[in-house]
């Protein structure tokens, strides 16, 4: 790999980490990099779910006031996370590498979507709270984690909507524990990875690093732009990563 590769990678890693752990979107800017700098779309995708694992450190401490007294609430979740992302990793080893490609999409779309219905969502949820089953949480936590562990692009929009409207009305308090709960998917996959698979550790490496920078970061940004404006950028952000991978999916 190239000197110019490698700074390409470093700074993608930074814009990654903060609009990653702001929004919930950092494989849009971190998997293309990758394909830019020459990895074919399985390796790159490889490369993109290990550099992600120092966005959990970088992200809980940048998050400590947002996550403060939610401890006893995390672990359980956290978890159930780690269980995912393992999952997904096996599944991305055992797997057609173009399972997912057609159903992703209208997962991002739909979240995206969900994201800008979240004032309506969380009150039909707060008004049916009552009759909703208490397994659909953990069911729908469960199967984002295992979709982040294979490829995960879109995955923290996912989770994301799904917190606000079951969990965290408030968008950065939502927005700290979407980046721990992915984060801890993040690592778990990434373990499986590394154990079973080649990694290219040469590409791995720089955009991690600036991930860990971005990821510092971006819980700032979160806490500073009004919920609202950042719900709103977060979903079409999301729309266009849906229309993205519909067109040209990988």
């Avoid at 707060?126 to 294979?150: H, K, M, T």
């Avoid at 998917?185 to 990434?190: F, G, H, I, K, R």
């Amino acid at each position: 790999m190239t000197p110019g590769a490698a700074a390409l990678l470093a700074v993608a890693g930074v814009v990654a980490g903060v609009v990653g752990t702001a929004g919930g979107i950092a494989s849009l800017v971190s998997y293309p990099a990758l394909l830019a700098a020459g990895l074919a779309p399985l390796p790159a995708n490889i490369a993109n779910l290990v550099a992600l694992v120092p966005y959990l450190p970088g992200s809980a401490l940048a998050s400590r006031p947002e996550l403060k007294g939610r401890g006893s609430w995390l672990w359980p979740w956290l978890l159930l996370a780690a269980v995912g992302g393992a999952g997904g990793a096996a599944l991305l080893r055992t797997t057609p590498a173009d399972v997912f490609e057609r159903v992703v999409p209208y997962l991002i779309a739909a979240a995206s979507v969900g994201l800008l219905l979240q004032p309506q969502l969380r009150r039909l949820h707060e008004r049916s709270r009552r009759n909703v089953v208490p397994i659909l949480f953990p069911v729908a936590l469960l199967a984002v984690q295992v979709y982040s562990g294979y490829f995960g692009a879109g995955s923290g929009v996912m989770t994301l909507t799904l917190l606000l409207i079951t969990v965290e009305p408030h968008i950065a308090r939502a927005n700290a524990l979407k980046n721990v709960v992915t984060g801890a998917a993040t690592v778990a996959s990434a373990a499986v990875l590394v154990a079973v698979v080649a990694v290219p550790w040469a590409y791995v490496l720089p955009l991690a690093a600036g991930i860990l920078v971005g990821s510092l970061l971006g819980p700032l940004v979160a806490r500073r732009v009004p919920g609202a404006v950042l719900r709103w950028i977060i979903a079409f952000v999301g729309l266009g990563l849906a229309i993205k991978l519909w067109v040209a999916p990988g």
